[in-house]
């Protein structure tokens, strides 16, 4: 399946920003789906995931309150809203697909496909 994401941009700290996965597979809804991020000099970390089909979702502790995740099966899409931004939140954003598991909020090593990543600068 590949993935396409796209929303980030810059912001300013507190502001919000809408970041868009599209999938190219019909059988979208059978896939766990998830965003990572990685910041300069950091390693890659869970961000937010929802279970195939929807319903169940799992947040970073980083995240919890500010940011959530959905999906459109029909649509073959998956969102992050992102509110209240902080500049710790500043980095290049990944969506992924999990073909193995309900769920997912690892290392992202238990993702199979990835998409390129979109930009988010929060601004202090």
């Known amino acids: 399946v590949q993935l396409q994401a796209s929303g980030g941009g810059l912001v300013q700290a507190g502001g919000s920003l809408r970041l868009s996965c599209a999938a190219s597979?019909?059988?979208?809804?059978?896939?766990?789906m998830g965003w990572f991020r990685q910041a300069p000099g950091k390693e890659r970390e869970f961000v937010a995931a929802?279970?195939?089909?929807?319903?169940?979702?799992n947040y970073a502790d980083s995240v919890k309150g500010r940011f959530t995740i959905s999906r459109d099966n029909a649509k073959n899409t998956v969102i992050l809203q992102m509110n209240s931004l902080k500049p710790e939140d500043t980095a290049v954003y990944y969506c992924a697909a999990a073909s193995r598991f309900n769920i997912v909020g690892g290392t992202g090593d238990e993702m199979d496909y990835w998409g390129k990543g979109t930009l988010v600068t929060v601004s202090s």
């Open positions: 929802i279970a195939r089909y929807g319903g169940s979702t």
């Open positions: 597979e019909r059988t979208f809804g059978v896939y766990a």
